[in-house]
């Protein structure tokens, strides 16, 4: 097998291809900002450079879509990405987590059963990944993937799984963000007790044909949501779907377009909380107080580095003077 | 006392029960040829086996369909198929079972159709649907609509046949496949009666029955069971349910008469437990299970199919089957069998046993209703999750030799078998010629038919849909006016939708806990660094055949030994499986087929890997049902390696992926 080629002008071949959507040149790219040898950051710089400079990139608003498993969160990107995509013409690219195993760290990565997207469509980008835990919530490289997507495709979505503290990543990510729930489950009590509330911009309640145990959830939530969310800016929307019927699939996507502003070039304002995350998750708990303690905190130590990638570089050599390895 | 007696006190044996062969292949006049020469040695009933495409609702020459016509079964696109089909068998004197679910309610009425074309009156009609939808999804996946629909469709056929064709059976209560699937008997009691519950408690909460005729219909549901090899236990099960479902008609549906209480099942004998080592051993196998539910004159079968011999290995010829029907004839007249009456009556040893199994099941029946009953338990995944589960344990007692099959993991050292040495090397081929018979047919009846009939036939079944009609006579129109399957079923997936079910990847413990998962583990850690990444290998099953099981043991086997694993499902076309591969960067594909498509399956996927510049990077290995024969063929192609039911160690599996992407990586 041939690595793909690291050179420059491979680089630039392979972003101009990316740009008019080749899913192979696409997936090398992500493949990239997967990477965890140490010669990474240095390539997902030039790649990033190189992008940033190029005429074509987009600016790709994110979206997060969180919810217990068996929600129905899948087919509903599904649903509406399809929609997104044939009515405004939309590139559109998916970023779906899954949990993986403690015992083998392996994960089984399920989402693209529920996706089905045209294969003569390459706008429309599908990548599952693991969390690299069983929680759930946001994987290790999520923000690195989405670094790249975001300057690849018009709209990116990120689903994951879980209720909780784990899905606090995904709020500081998501330009906006959907809670899915199903009206079968007795979720939305095990939610309002995780405070997860307080955390999305709209409800979903999804599988709205099951008319009944919809109607259920629906009162339950608007006497419930005011009082589970003590400092947001008052209850968040409701929107009824079905992703089985396609029914509100329309609303929906009317209300992600009608909430997210065309953001800046690149996702620089969400880099030091990933930063942080990071370099706890690299380096544990004596990672992060070298970077709060001794470096100036994430932010300063973000910006004086001249951006993400060198800080990982440079960051990584702090450690290892600091802990001498 | 101890024979079967007339009413006269004269000894009279019981008459045998229907024996059938589960048969069908490349075309309808092939099949029908097939019929009548089975009927001609002795078989006494139809047993029709469809092609995917038509149990899945797509005309012969949709994409997806084409690799699979009449390859598993017999195609049928329209009425101008059945007359050729049914070509010289008297309907009015023949019992007809067809395995068909999801599209059970359009083959019924193609079958009407052509009764009424023939003259027949409906009500002469004997026969079976299938139309078990929760099996298709727990177990065969030829599903299409969500469970909803589905059993508005099987409601509504019990409601038409109880007046006009009421010696049919409108569906067929499924366990079968359960056991297919890795049911223990619990599992396999448990669900299939929650399934006959789920049917029944649809059809009073419509309401469109009268009371007073409700016990009539609960008298017409049936049941197709499954006998495996561990045949005492087996016939405490057949036991087990008769008594189960006369008390579950008697108590939660009030049906008074004792006949129409009378648990009345078809069997189909083990294939799981049959080895494609020493393929000649399964004869034995079959001839053990068949006792199982036989022997028991209470609970004995009404109808018997049972598995040629090299199954594992291929469909069965003509002769295989043949060798097959020969068994039971031997059984029932030449054998004392049918002149006792029940054998075991009064043997502490099996009442104990069936008392065992009766509580267990009532338990478990309890519980899937306190969830809300089957529809809700298939939604949730939970009969999905027990299903895999107990197929896991099975495999995990194969692998510590546990549980023994012999000739498989013992006494496994054996001379060749001469069965395989003829000049078709033992196993069956369809003939490709049949494909452009069924092809042109096609073309022929949407050329010939009416097209104002055909387009008013639809949209009369549309708003039928969208309403609150019965089904079953837009339907019949529909075939009277040559729609064609995949029309119909298109019309109906764009009023209902289409389900994709919960997987059942969840919550499987494998028991490969051993020192080779360590040391895979540890192989696996190493690729990671080398290669920045988790090795990533992406299972699907391309094709229609829905038999997902066997692709989910390898998906959990592969996170268990560390891969982040691509699972994309059934029923995906060949370009979809190479889209997945190529966008998700995956280093392996691991494609499951049982449909027999294997080369022309291959092929399309190598040469979309090729066409995506994708060759040197993603490798193909295949599994399922493959004759040794093809394995030249396929790794020339280009296939890295094939595993078949011989490769039942899954660790052996895994290590051998491994090395796959190993080698590559020392390639770079």
Known sequence: MSAPDASDGAIAATIERALAFHTLSIADLVGVFEDARPDAPARRRRILELLGAH??????????????PGSGKSTLIGRVALALSAARDLSIAVVAVDPSSLASGGALLGDRVRVRFPVDR???????????????????????????????????????????????????????????????????????????????????????????????????????????????????????????????????????????????????????????????????????????????????????????????????????????? | MHLVVDKEGKPAPDRPWI????????????????????????????????????????????????????????????????HLLFDEIPLDKMNTSMTINATSMWLLSLYIGLARERGIPEDKLTGTTQNDIVKEYL???????????????????????????????????????????????????????????????TVRSRGHVPPADFPRLVGRISFFVNAGIRFIEEMCKMRAFTELWDELCRDRYGVTDEKLRRFRYGVQVNSLGLTAEQPENNAWRILLETLGVTLSRNARCRALQLPAWNEALSLPR????????????????????????????????????????????????????????????????????????????RMRRINTGEKIVVGENKFSEGLPSPLLTGSDGGIFRVDDSAVTETLAMLEKTRKSRDP??????????????????????????????????????????EVFGEFRPATGVDGQKLGLETDRVAE??????????????????????????????????????????????????IRLTPEEIVQSAVAEGADVIGASILS?????????????????????????????????????????????????????????????????????????
């Open chain 1, 122 to 325: 390459p706008q429309l980008y599908f990548r599952s990944q693991s969390s690299e835990s069983e929680l759930g919530g946001l994987g290790p490289d999520t923000f690195q993937v989405c670094r790249l997507l975001h300057h690849l495709f018009d709209l990116v979505f990120v689903e994951t799984v879980g209720i909780g503290q784990s899905e606090v990543d995904v709020r500081w990510l998501a330009d906006r963000m959907y809670l899915v729930l199903q009206p079968l489950g007795g979720d939305e009590i095990q939610m309002l007790k995780a405070g997860i509330m307080e955390v999305p911009d709209a409800i979903v309640v999804n599988k709205c044909d099951e008319a009944k145990a919809a109607r259920r959830l629906l009162a339950s939530l608007t006497t419930s949501l005011p009082l589970s969310r003590p400092f947001g800016d008052g209850p968040p929307a409701v929107l009824q779907t079905s992703g089985t019927t396609g029914e509100g699939i329309e609303a929906l996507a009317e209300d992600i377009l009608g909430h997210v502003a065309r953001p800046a070039n690149g996702l620089g304002d969400k880099e030091a909380h990933f930063f942080r995350r990071w370099a706890r998750l690299e380096w544990g708990r004596a990672g992060e107080r070298l970077l709060e303690e001794s470096l100036g905190g994430a932010a300063n130590f973000v910006a004086s580095a001249g951006g993400f990638d060198e800080a990982e570089e440079r960051f990584a050599a702090a450690v290892r003077k600091a802990l001498a390895i």
């Open chain 2, 452 to 493: 104002k009939r055909a387009a008013a036939a639809l949209e009369r079944l549309r708003a039928a849909a969208r309403g609150s009609e019965n089904l079953m006579e837009p339907s019949i129109e529909c075939a009277l006016a040559r729609v064609t399957t995949g029309e119909w079923a298109n019309t109906l997936r």
């Open chain 1, 55 to 68: 005429p074509q990139r987009r600016h790709a608003a994110l979206i997060g879509i969180t919810g217990t």
């Open chain 2, 596 to 668: 027999g498509s294997h080369v022309e399956l291959a092929g399309q996927i190598l040469d979309g890997l090729a066409k995506a510049g994708a060759a040197d990077r993603i490798q193909l290995v295949m599994g399922g049902i493959i004759p040794s024969d093809d394995f030249e063929a396929l790794k020339k192609r280009g296939v890295r390696r094939i595993f078949t039911p011989a490769d039942f160690g899954l660790v052996d599996v895994m290590a051998d992926i491994v090395g796959l992407i190993e080698e590559r990586v020392d390639q770079r």
């Open chain 2, 318 to 393: 003509p002769w295989d089957q043949q060798w097959s029907l020969r068994l039971q004839q031997i059984l029932a007249y030449e054998t004392d069998l049918l002149e006792y009456a029940d054998l075991f009556d009064g043997s502490p040893v099996i009442a104990s046993k069936v008392a065992a199994l009766k509580k267990e099941a009532s338990a478990e029946i309890a519980r899937i209703l306190d969830m809300g009953g089957v529809k809700s338990a298939i939604e949730s995944g939970y009969m999905k999750t027990r299903l895999v589960r107990s197929m896991a344990e």
């Open chain 2, 139 to 201: 177990a065969r996946g030829t599903y299409i609509f969500p469970p909803e629909a589905s059993f508005r469709l099987i409601a509504e056929m019990y409601e038409y046949c109880l007046d006009r064709v009421p010696d049919w059976n409108a569906s067929n209560v499924c366990s079968y496949h359960l056991q297919e699937a890795g049911a223990t008997p619990v599992e396999e009691l448990a669900f299939a009666l929650s399934t006959a519950i789920g049917v029944l408690d």
């Open chain 2, 19 to 82: 024996f059938r062969t589960y048969a069908g292949h490349s075309s309808p006049r092939a099949s029908n040829q097939l019929y009548r020469s089975n009927l001609a040695r002795g078989q006494t009933g139809l047993s029709i086996a469809f092609d995917l495409p038509t149990q899945c609702g797509y005309d012969s020459d949709h994409p997806i369909a084409r690799p699979e016509v009449g390859k598993v079964g017999v195609p049928v696109n329209s009425l101008d198929d059945m």
């Open chain 2, 520 to 569: 895979l583990r540890a192989r696996i850690a190493k690729l990671t660094t080398r290669l920045g990444r988790r090795p990533r290998l992406l299972v699907g099953k391309p094709g229609l055949d829905g038999h997902s099981n066997g692709a989910e043991v390898i998906a959990v086997s592969a996170r268990h030994v560390g891969f982040d694993v691509i699972y994309s499902g």
